[in-house]
């Protein structure tokens, strides 16, 4: 078994080595994550690593109980004044092990998810740990909470093609397990990265 905090520090740091050298014009690029650019969602992994159960509640009370206005308001905080700031606030949280409410396991895939909706856009690769990855793809197949993953996949057989991992029966998705992930959770851009006749299925569930 990984140790979680100890991949997600590491996935962090690789994370903002990435970003270091990007251009000003790039921070602003569109992520795959709803409306947010690069630069927003880098605000928003550094907001989720200040953010422990009790801080959790009480944005939650004053955002009254509305997710997405609890979101957008932790991005606003750590949204620094330039590119550059973000970019050393991020890393100032790199070993943090502080998260709202819920399973480390969901931290973990936070984290690689969020660092793939920025990198894939910029056309960044990056080889993330397949241990990692299987752990994720397990967490996630069995959620619907907020990111309905569970629903996305039903009905379909999914195969990683980089490592040792399937789950479901149906039509087939193939793939490497961090497309299936990203897929799975709603990102449609990465099913241009998967092949098998249950691909147009997912598609239209992202």
């Known amino acids: 078994m990984i140790d979680v905090w100890q991949t997600v520090a590491a996935e962090r740091g690789a994370l903002a080595d990435d970003l270091a050298g990007i251009s000003a014009e790039q921070w602003d690029t569109p992520s795959l994550n709803h409306e947010w650019t690069v630069h927003h969602t880098l605000a928003h992994m550094t907001s989720t690593a200040h953010t422990g ?37 991020f890393r100032a949280i790199q070993g943090s092990r502080k998260s709202p409410p819920g399973p480390r396991t969901s931290w973990l895939g936070e984290t690689l998810i969020h660092a793939e909706d920025i990198r894939r856009p910029l056309g960044i690769s990056h080889d993330y740990p397949a241990e990692a990855v299987a752990l994720c793809l397990d967490f996630f197949k069995r959620s619907n909470l907020l990111i309905g993953a569970k629903r996305r996949i039903d ?46 299925t997912l598609q239209s569930r992202c």
């Open 155 to 200: 009905g379909l057989s999914l195969a990683a093609t980089d490592q040792d991992w399937q789950y479901g029966a149906g039509t087939t998705v193939r793939g490497r397990g961090i497309d299936l992930l990203m897929a799975m959770t709603g990102r449609g851009a990465a099913c241009a990265d998967l092949t098998g006749s249950g691909v147009a």
């Open 53 to 89: 159960p009790a801080r959790f509640v009480g944005g939650m009370v004053a955002s009254g109980f509305r997710f997405g206005e609890f979101t957008e308001r932790g991005i606003v905080r750590h949204h620094g004044l330039t590119a550059a700031e973000t970019l050393a606030n």
